[in-house]
C-alpha cells in the first residue's frame, strides 16, 4: 500500500522568500506520478506542479519546483519569492496505475502561511 | 469551459439519515474520483468511476456507495449516517483512461450529521 508521510504540519515564510515542503512516500509501483496540490481557504483543491517518476529532471512551474529523489522516495516542493497568495494547506500525492492512476493517496498536509 | 460543479455545497442531515451528492465533471471528462476530507483523518480516497464502472475503491463501509451515469455526472450516497461522516466531501474528475494528468476537484459538499 501506498503511504505518504509530510513531516511539517505548519510552515511560515516571509514574502518573498524561499520555503520548502517536504513528502516522503513509499510505492511498490515503477511507473506512477507524484502531485502537489494546494487547497486555500476556498477549499478548493488546485493543481500546483506535477513529476513523472520516470523523468529524471525535476519539474518546474514559474516559482514551484520540486527535488524529486526516486531511490530516497523523496517528493519536496520548493516555493520562490513567496506570494500572500501562496498560503494555504499543500498536499503531497502519488499515484500510480496499479493502485489506480486517478486514486491520489494524499499526505497530511503541510499548511503554509506567508507572512507580509 | 465550466469546472467541477458539485451540489449541494452545503448539507445538514439527522443520523440515521441518508444522503446523495452529486457531481458534474468537465465537459469530456471520463473518470470521476470523490474523496473524504476530515480534520482527524485527512484526505481519503473513496471510489473512482470510469465510464459508468467503478476502477478503484477506498477502505468505507458499505454505507457508502457511488455511481456514475451515460454522461459522466456521478452520484455518491451515504445510507444511515453517522456523526463520523460530516466532513467535506471532495469530487474530482480527469479527462481520460490512461491517467497521469492532473484531476480537477470541484468546491465539495460540507456534510454536517447532527
Known amino acids: 500500500a501506498q503511504t505518504v508521510t509530510q513531516s511539517q504540519p505548519e510552515m511560515s515564510v516571509q514574502e518573498a522568500e524561499t520555503v520548502t515542503l517536504s513528502c516522503t512516500y513509499d510505492?511498490?509501483?515503477?511507473?506512477?506520478?507524484l502531485f502537489w496540490y494546494k487547497q486555500p481557504p476556498s477549499r478548493q483543491m488546485i493543481l500546483v506542479i506535477r513529476?513523472?517518476?520516470?523523468?529524471?529532471q525535476n519539474a518546474t512551474e514559474n516559482r514551484f519546483s520540486v527535488n524529486f529523489q526516486k531511490a530516497a522516495k523523496s517528493f519536496s516542493l520548493k516555493i520562490s519569492d513567496s506570494q500572500l497568495g501562496d498560503t494555504a494547506m499543500y498536499f503531497c500525492?502519488?499515484?500510480?496505475?496499479?493502485?489506480?492512476?486517478?486514486?491520489?493517496?494524499f499526505g497530511t498536509g503541510t499548511r503554509l502561511k506567508v507572512l507580509a | 469551459k465550466a469546472g467541477v460543479t458539485q451540489t449541494p455545497r452545503y448539507l445538514i442531515k439527522t443520523r440515521g439519515q441518508q444522503v446523495t451528492l452529486s457531481c458534474s465533471p468537465i465537459?469530456?471528462?471520463?473518470?470521476v474520483s470523490w474523496y473524504q476530507q476530515t480534520p482527524g483523518q485527512g484526505l481519503q480516497f473513496l471510489f473512482e468511476?470510469?465510464?459508468?464502472?467503478?476502477?478503484n475503491k477506498g477502505n468505507f463501509p458499505g454505507r457508502f456507495s457511488g455511481r456514475q451515469f451515460s454522461n459522466s455526472r456521478s452520484e455518491m450516497n451515504v445510507s444511515t449516517l453517522e456523526l463520523g461522516d460530516s466532513a467535506l466531501y471532495l469530487c474530482?474528475?480527469?479527462?481520460?483512461?490512461?491517467?497521469?494528468?492532473?484531476?480537477?476537484f470541484g468546491q465539495g459538499t460540507r456534510l454536517t450529521v447532527v
Open positions: 500525492a502519488p499515484a500510480g496505475p496499479t493502485s489506480g492512476t486517478y486514486k491520489y493517496i
Open positions: 474530482a474528475s480527469s479527462p481520460n483512461e490512461q491517467g497521469g494528468k492532473e484531476a480537477f
Open positions: 468511476y470510469f465510464s459508468e464502472t467503478q476502477r
Open positions: 465537459s469530456g471528462h471520463r473518470s
Open positions: 510505492t511498490s509501483e515503477n511507473n506512477y506520478y
Open positions: 513529476q513523472e517518476a520516470y523523468k529524471q
